[in-house]
């Protein structure tokens, strides 16, 4: 079971190293305030919702589940689900959720337009505020400009606070490729991780990918990174 | 077994799967030792169902290594830790079998998802009881009826900001906690969303309160009902059901509309709704609809809200706008200034939610900051929300912003023309495609005539580098930025 659920191309030695997301390990100055801001939030139990919300790439599932880490690390339990997941599931998946003190959902978007699913997130919502717990949602708009079914939840949504982050510069993301370097024990040259980036996409979940494909066919072919070794394993 | 035993199984699952999945399906699982037994508790039946599925078999294995051989048994169940640890008490008590009567009529599939969580697959008395120890409401279905008000104590008269959206409201609302169950019952409050409805029925019930300390009131949101129903109809509980929400002096039902489709909880609430009236009981009820446009709602019941007094709240003007801005922030204790309330009412107008929201997030700026909140500060805070944020932007779009602000063709953009006046346009709108897209240099060279991604970098470290010595350069980037982003 654990084989098929980490994928068919992977090493022999069925070793994935964990990444988990926190706060500290959340890179770049770019959206370090809207971070700190959010731990600081995530806190504040008098605060029913916070809208995370920023273009793809630019780490709000990470900071999700940053929120639940340091959520778990003040002694309350937390719950963080990707709404994309849950879809096939049917919104009833929403149901008793509002007895965790902060309940992270990702990707609204994929239930926008759905209206069982609104209803239900709008129900969740309600229950959360009852209880004094907090919802914390991400989005790439902004709640009045996510185009919401349901007048009600997107009133809601409005009533919290929106936390917007930006899109990393590349200064950003070569500390980020950096640091994911090293948590896997490879050594990643400045000179190569700016190689990367000038021919890259620059989307931080791609450049993430080319990392672990790096990563594998550097164990393999027992070869350092090198501009040389990236151009032939990516073709560039 | 210690329960670390679990924690101990959930170490090794982390390094098995994937984060997503194991923050989804696994993190949230609460464990309870009973006996020989392992009780695992999921938040609802999809995850217990989903966690049988796909995770079960590993648990089972992961927990016998850990026991050297000897896997504990597992029980998969519906509800929290606390709540089974309760039940254990309960369970005593609760004397939920004897005595009661059905009626159970037809509910419908949205009726059945509203109480999902007590359908699982333990004995009715377990369901029961967990449902007790984790629902604050559970005191009707249990037959020793306690009257719990549900209202919030902070929505009063005296907290209601009046402007002429809502003064007629306001005055209705008075009249009913001054006099309920008289000549305005129902009172029917409708109107567009986060405009004070739930805050003014609030205000009533607080008041009939005030002025009766004995009076039972009851405020709950329609999807409550719901719940509450079901939950009673399958615990053979309706009887009590009923005669708890028939025995209250007011009964206050928020965003009525969510009943629409729900024919057994329409139904049941029509029954209450004339007994309450026959009584001389005062009812309320909120909408975001006039009565007769609420869909997929019966006739009659339509008909029975007209039949008291409905009015309708409005949108707030603008000076009602800065007077609950300004009662916000009191509340708050922050000052703030009546040219900083009148900026946030100026550029927030639809409702007071989105106001609240709009000067919640000023002062969180502020708070961070330690500014003092002024126009120029508001507007930078309110970007956000005002969705001036900055958005992904397409290249085909920067060409076209750029050419028509230096008023050359896009094709030249694309050309091989080396002239100044083409060539620090093109430069500039690759560094702008550099910042504000997630495309490779390589892209971003061949969207403009095919060039070289080194010809790319260039253009971006020399607009860098112009920006410090060249004030129009300057100039013309951060107007850019504004014109992409906003």
Known sequence: MVGDTLGGDQLTLGVRIRDDATFRNYLGERNADAAHKLRLLSEDSTLPVIVVCGDSGTGKSHLLQAVCHHTEALGLSSLCLNLEELLPLGPDVLQGLADYPRVCLDDIEAVIGNAPWEEALFHLFNRMLDNGHQLIVTASQTPASLGLGLRDLASRLQHGIVIQLLLPRDDDRLLILGSRAEARGLDLPEEVGRFILRRATRHTGDLLDILDRLDESSLKAQRKLTIPFVKSVMGW | ?486
């Open chain 2, 1 to 486: 077994m210690p329960q670390t035993i679990w924690h101990q199984c959930l170490e090794v699952l982390r390094d098995e799967f994937p984060a997503q999945q194991f923050n989804t399906w696994l993190r949230p699982l609460q464990s309870e030792h009973q006996d020989d037994q392992l009780m695992l508790f999921a938040p609802n039946r999809f995850v217990m169902d989903w966690v049988n599925e796909k995770y079960l078999r590993r648990i089972e294995e992961v927990l016998k290594d850990l026991q050297g051989g000897q896997a504990p048994r597992i029980n998969m169940r519906v509800g929290s830790a606390t709540a089974a640890r309760d039940m254990v008490q309960r369970s005593q008590t609760a004397n939920v079998e004897s005595g009661r009567q059905d009626d159970t009529g037809p509910v419908s599939e949205e009726e059945k998802g509203v109480a999902a969580t007590v359908v699982d697959r333990q004995p009715r008395r377990e369901v029961l009881s967990s449902a007790a120890a984790s629902r604050r409401r559970n005191v009707q279905v249990e037959g020793d009826i306690k009257h719990q008000s549900f209202l919030n104590e902070s929505f009063t008269f005296d907290t209601f900001v009046e402007g002429k959206s809502n003064q007629l409201a306001r005055a209705a609302s008075m009249q009913v906690a001054e006099n309920p169950g008289g000549a305005y019952n129902p009172l029917f409050l409708y109107g567009g969303v986060g405009l004070g409805k739930t805050h003014l029925m609030h205000a009533v019930g607080n008041e009939i309160v005030r002025r009766n300390p004995r009076a039972k009131v009851a405020y709950l949101r329609s999807e409550r009902f719901v719940a509450d129903m079901v939950k009673a109809l399958q615990l053979n509980a309706i009887n009590e059901f009923k005669r708890y929400y028939r025995s209250v002096d007011a009964l206050l039902i928020d965003d009525i509309q969510f009943f629409a489709r729900k024919e057994r909880s329409q139904e049941e609430f029509f029954h209450t709704f004339n007994a309450l009236l026959e009584g001389g009981q005062q009812v309320i009820v909120t909408c975001d609809r006039f009565p007769k446009e609420i869909s997929d709602m019966e006739e009659r019941l339509k008909s029975r809200f007209g039949w008291g007094l409905t009015v309708m709240v409005e949108p707030p003007e603008l000076e009602t706008r800065v007077a609950i801005l300004m009662k916000k922030a009191e509340q708050t204790n922050v000052r703030l200034s009546s040219e900083a309330a009148f900026f946030i009412a100026q550029k927030i107008r639809s409702n007071v939610r989105e106001l609240e929201g709009a000067l919640r997030l000023v002062i969180a700026n502020a708070h961070f900051t330690g500014q003092e909140i002024t126009p120029p500060f508001i507007r930078e805070s309110l970007k956000d929300l005002l969705a001036l944020h900055e958005k992904q932007v397409s290249i085909d779009n920067i060409q076209r912003t750029v050419a028509e602000y230096y008023k050359i063709k896009v094709a030249d953009l694309h050309s091989k023309r080396r002239t100044r006046s083409v060539t620090r346009p093109r430069q500039m709108a690759m560094s702008l495609a550099k910042e504000l897209t997630n495309h490779s240099l390589p892209e971003i060279g061949d969207a403009f005539g095919g060039r070289d991604h080194t010809t790319v970098l260039h253009a971006c470290k020399k607009i860098v580098e112009l920006q410090g010595t060249d004030t129009n350069i300057r100039e013309d980037y951060q107007n850019f930025m504004r014109l992409l982003t906003t």
